[in-house]
């Protein structure tokens, strides 16, 4: 199959300059005196009279001159010799097609609705009618119908301002299409409508000029090429109507069927169409379409290509009774027609193939290769699971709710980074205009693919990172932490990479003052005070740093998450992809994947080409993730209680921003991670007492739509099947590692607290004292000799000697004390 053919080499003698169209080489550009229209047709009439009587050859080699066109209005005269020889063939456009993992046609893309087929897989049938058609001495000229060329010359000279009479060969149409296309790749619009006019002139000296050209190219492109290779790239070429290239796809278009397969009743009425595409299309014209099929019936039965019989019944039939019209839609909005709500993971597609330095130098040569490349691109989407999160994300928002929010929903599988859903609430409308319901705009992803989305705040789904900083620098989920602290000072707080400035701000929990309490408490519940008592122990830029690593940075930008306290608590804005990409890392173990939505890439010729990788690499060490996982397992009796744990192994963390405006879940399995987020996209609006979905909110948090929309699709996609559990946690990170505690016992309080925070360890005095040899007023007893570091230690004061107090001990174990705060109204909220 010939998609594209050999350059030519032109003679060996110099040239002069001069003007050709696209599609020729400049190896050979004549100039010379000036000829008219008169003298153009004369030239044309001795090439004629010579080949006539030493054939096609002998008259290029006998004739002294012809004419060329110089400019648009002007010729020069030069030896038939000196034309170009070298036809300048590029691969055809064809369209691409984008499917999903199980190989479902999601959308087609083309520049010209094309298939590229070789000469076996069309129909002897078609190649008949279109031989009986267009040059019924195909087999026998060499490139020129003399026969044909001196009918239209006599013509000419009878009548020379007629328009020019036709005449061309298959092989003669096969170059002006090359040259047309050639014309149609130049790079201004002013070249492209130049080149094209200079292939298709026909009349005056200009169009006797390109037919002495055309026949220069077609006879040197038959003594390299066989016939049968020629008519092959002519009917891939050639138009078959309007938007409809090539014999396979008219055969697709018109029959729903291939080439190979078409009647000689269909091929007459596809290879009537080439003589003018938008006149004789079947569809838009069906009375003059039928018209030029009788015709070519008759054509072809004159010639022998078919019988009396099927002549007779040819033209009996009406050409609506074979018409089976299919037609291509182009874009992305008809994905959804294949998979429900995959056209904005479709339009994702695009943009990397478009935006990706895998596909090519420049955005044009990516976009061209798009569009015309004839690619297959295999994605990651699976339609089942993508089915399902569409399914899930307008249940509980159902498209243009009068609320004005969306859910948006991204899932990616741990380990491979393959993005196997991508949903909103909203119907894909590429030229949206405001219209309720409708949106261009992909919410699931950002930089660098869709610029024009903010992004949305993650609220305390973010702590996930800081949590991840905490653990990597040593820190346990027992140590105990100040989660009742409201009032902090920037200089609490270390950022090197940056120069924090300000006095002092406030922060507050959702459900109560808080207290002390262990990490791991204060994880599944949400505790914002205690996270940000724990990031004033944490270096603010590696937490921004650690998030950026695992693909979480600014949704419009790319870049990180400013370094300030407040980000602690996710007031940045990011995507639900960016999210699912992340806590997809602790799912497999601490290994980060690149999230990407192409799996394989194939041109024309079937060669693979490169794609993007997701550059899969431990990106944290997996007794962190491991414990990580254990922390955030707890999130179903924390802030996700009321929602319910699956029935499988699960964690995640919900999200709140400060006024509930955006509102998170973003959950995993070993096997699945989704991110799920309900926002208003018009800004930062809060959905607090509002209708939505049918159903009254006075606050909304992350566990009261998000949350129970994550764990429908979930529980529907991992339905019965293996959901393996969780790796065990580091005992190191769960526990800590025991270390000696400084004995305070006789101390005063305050000298005890100095040397226990100088030790790492947090003092507190317990309420009632005891009885105690040691002089009252001083420690009498301490809670442990031995414990994690950042560990509570509770003090208990003597009493000094006498009756022991009632109800009181001397020893006080070390233990978490927060009663579950999670998160209410106030800056910034945190479920």
């Known amino acids: 199959m010939c998609r594209s053919g050999a350059r030519f080499a032109g003679h060996g003698g110099r040239v002069r300059g001069g003007h050709y169209p696209e599609g020729v080489s400049s190896s050979s550009r004549p100039r010379g005196r000036q000829v008219s229209a008169a003298q153009a047709i004369g030239l044309l009439v001795s090439f004629v009279l010579v080949a006539s009587l030493g054939g096609v050859v002998a008259a290029g080699l006998a004739l002294p001159a012809v004419a060329t066109v110089n400019t648009a209005t002007n010729l020069t005269v030069t030896g038939f010799d000196e034309l170009p020889t070298e036809l300048d063939e590029q691969n055809l456009p064809e369209k691409s097609t984008i499917l999903a993992s199980d190989g479902t046609l999601l959308a087609t893309f083309y520049a010209q609705n094309r298939v590229v087929v070789p000469l076996t897989a069309i129909s002897v049938q078609l190649q008949h009618a279109v031989i009986a058609t267009e040059d019924k001495r195909f087999y026998e000229h060499t490139g020129v119908d003399v026969t044909g060329m001196a009918r239209a010359a006599v013509l000419s000279l009878l009548k020379p301002d007629s328009q020019q009479q ?58 390299k090429e066989t016939k049968d290779q020629i008519l092959e790239k002519y009917l891939n070429i050639a138009p078959f109507g309007s938007s409809v290239y090539g014999a396979e796809t008219a055969a697709n278009h018109y029959f729903s069927k291939s080439a190979k397969d078409l009647t000689y009743l269909e091929a007459a009425t596809i290879a009537g169409v080439t003589q003018n595409p938008s006149k004789y299309d079947p569809v838009a014209h069906p009375e003059a379409s039928q018209g030029r099929r009788d015709t070519v019936l008759g054509l072809m039965h004159d010639q022998g290509f078919i019988t009396d019989a099927e002549y007779t019944t040819g033209i009996a039939t009406p050409l609506a009774s074979t018409l089976v019209v299919s037609v291509v839609k182009q874009g992305c909005q008809v994905a959804n027609d294949a998979v429900a709500g995959s056209a904005y993971f479709c339009d994702y597609v695009t943009k990397v193939m478009v935006g990706d330095v895998a596909f090519g130098a420049s955005t044009a040569e990516r976009q061209a290769r798009l569009y015309k490349g004839g690619l297959t691109i295999t994605t990651t989407l699976d339609p089942t699971l993508q089915t399902n999160a569409d399914t899930q994300v307008k249940a509980t928002v ?112 959702s459900e109560g003052s808080g207290a002390m309490m262990t990490v791991l408490d204060a994880t599944r519940n949400s505790v914002n005070r205690a996270f940000m008592s724990m990031a004033t122990h944490l270096d603010l830029c590696q937490i921004m740093q650690n998030a950026a690593d695992l693909g979480v940075t600014n949704a419009k930008s790319g870049g990180n998450f400013k370094p300030v306290p ?8 990011t995507t639900p992809l960016a999210m699912a990409g992340a806590f997809a890392t602790f799912a497999s173990g601490g290994v980060y994947c690149k999230p990407i939505a192409i799996l394989k890439v194939t041109d024309a010729n079937g060669k693979e080409l490169a794609i993007p990788s997701a550059d899969c690499h431990q990106a944290i ?89 994550w764990k429908r699709f979930m529980v529907q996609a991992l339905e019965g099947q293996d959901n393996p559990g969780f790796a065990d946690p580091s005992d190191k990170l769960l526990n800590g590692e025991k270390v000696s ?28 004292p005891v009885t105690s040899d040691v002089p009252a007023g001083l420690v009498a007893t301490q809670s442990a000799t031995k414990a994690t570091a950042g560990s509570v230690i509770t003090l208990t004061l003597s009493a000094g000697p006498g009756a022991v107090q009632p109800g009181q001990t001397g020893d006080i174990p070390v233990q978490g004390t927060g009663p579950g705060n999670g998160q209410a109204p106030g800056p910034p909220q945190n479920r």
């Open 621 to 709: 060490e997996a007794d962190v993730a491991n414990t990580m996982n254990y922390a955030m397992s707890k999130v179903w009796t924390g802030t996700m209680k009321s929602v319910g744990a699956p029935d499988f192994p699960a964690a995640g963390k919900t999200g709140t921003s400060n006024r509930n405006e955006y509102t998170w879940f973003v959950g995993y399995t070993p096997r699945l991670a989704s991110a799920v987020v309900l926002a208003n996209p018009s800004g930062a609006i809060s959905p607090n007492y509002q209708v939505i979905g049918g159903k009254y909110y006075p606050v909304i948090y992350g566990s009261d739509i998000a949350g129970p929309t």
């Open 166 to 223: 036709g005449a061309s060969t298959i092989t003669q149409q096969y170059v002006k299409n090359v040259l047309i296309e050639a014309a149609l790749n130049a790079d201004t619009p002013a070249e492209r409508q130049a080149g094209v006019a200079a292939a298709t002139q026909s009349e005056g000296a200009e169009g006797y000029a390109r037919k002495l050209r055309e026949a220069k190219l077609a006879i040197t492109l038959e003594q």
């Open 566 to 573: 407040i980000d602690v608590l996710g007031t940045d804005n």
């Open 741 to 768: 505690v400084p004995s305070v016992i006789g101390s005063t309080v305050d000298v005890a607290t100095t040397a226990l925070k100088a030790a790492g360890f947090t003092a507190k005095v317990a309420d009632a």
């Open 398 to 509: 159902p498209v243009g709710d009068a609320s004005g929010e969306i859910q948006a929903m991204s899932t990616v599988q741990p380990g491979t980074g393959q993005i196997l859903t991508m949903a909103q609430s909203t119907d894909y409308v590429p030229t949206a205009t405001g219209v309720a319901g409708q949106q261009s705009i992909n919410y699931n992803a950002g930089y660098p693919y869709y610029s024009v989305n903010q992004g949305f705040q993650p609220g305390s789904t973010f702590k996930a990172f800081t949590l991840l900083t905490w653990l990597e620098a040593g820190h346990s989920l027992s140590e105990t932490v100040n989660g009742g602290q409201s009032t902090f000072r920037f200089s609490d707080f270390t950022a090197p990479c940056t120069k924090l400035s300000g006095g002092t701000f406030t922060v507050a929990n």
